[in-house]
């Protein structure tokens, strides 16, 4: 979400699967090596799962686990869609619903075409995957991105600090291209936006 993929091993395996019919974690020791592949199979575009409260909540403020949902406020996701890596070229998009008072995340198929122009959706056994500046304007814990793909972007840190190009073809959440659209100080700050959290 907010970080590298997955929780530190000292975060404990949910007691069952929160959502089995398209989602299965595989979890792996060492920090931020685990992760999620798909139990169904979709057509790009489709509706994996609609995330609402619960198991939603709202955070005082940003860190490595939450997804950024407005222009300052974040959730935990408390379920297995927390597994869900960054991809320069992810399988998944993560819609946040505007304007409801509580939280509404909807999981999709990421639009895609495979190496022969042909729209590709996921099938059982993907990886499932997700572009973390979708959502994301500035993250508690940048990394270094390893996803392997001809688009890398290398360091991942936020859409604050991508460009336009670097942008371009991706799917970015309306408060994303919000605050792009706000114009910066001479220091590179958006003006009249507190993004740490609170609401």
């Not at 920090?31 to 005082?60: E, I, K, N």
């Not at 600090?161 to 100080?185: C, K, M, V, W």
Request: aromatic share 8%.
């Amino acid at each position: 979400m907010a970080s590298a993929g997955s929780p530190p091993p000292s975060a404990s395996p949910p007691r069952q699967p929160t959502h089995p019919s398209v989602i299965n974690v595989v979890y792996r020791p060492g920090d931020f090596s685990s992760y999620s592949v798909s139990t169904t199979s979709l057509p790009p575009g489709a509706l994996m799962a609609r995330l609402t409260s619960p198991p939603l909540t709202f955070t005082d403020k940003k860190r490595w686990s939450s997804v950024q949902v407005s222009e300052n406020k974040h959730v935990e996701l408390n379920c297995d869609f927390l597994y869900i890596n960054h991809s320069c070229e992810p399988s998944l998009e993560f819609h946040v619903v505007p304007d409801s008072e509580e939280p509404v995340i909807e999981i999709r198929v990421a639009r895609r075409r495979d190496e022969h122009g042909n729209p590709k959706g996921v099938s059982v056994g993907d990886v499932l995957t997700f572009f973390y500046p979708s959502t994301e304007w500035e993250m508690d814990q940048p990394f270094q991105c390893h996803c392997g793909t001809r688009s890398c972007k290398g360091r991942i840190s936020g859409a604050k600090d991508l460009t336009s190009e670097q942008l371009r073809g991706y799917f970015l959440n309306a408060h994303i291209e919000d605050l792009r659209s706000i114009p910066s100080d001479s220091e590179g700050n958006k003006r009249h936006v507190q993004t740490q959290g609170g609401w």
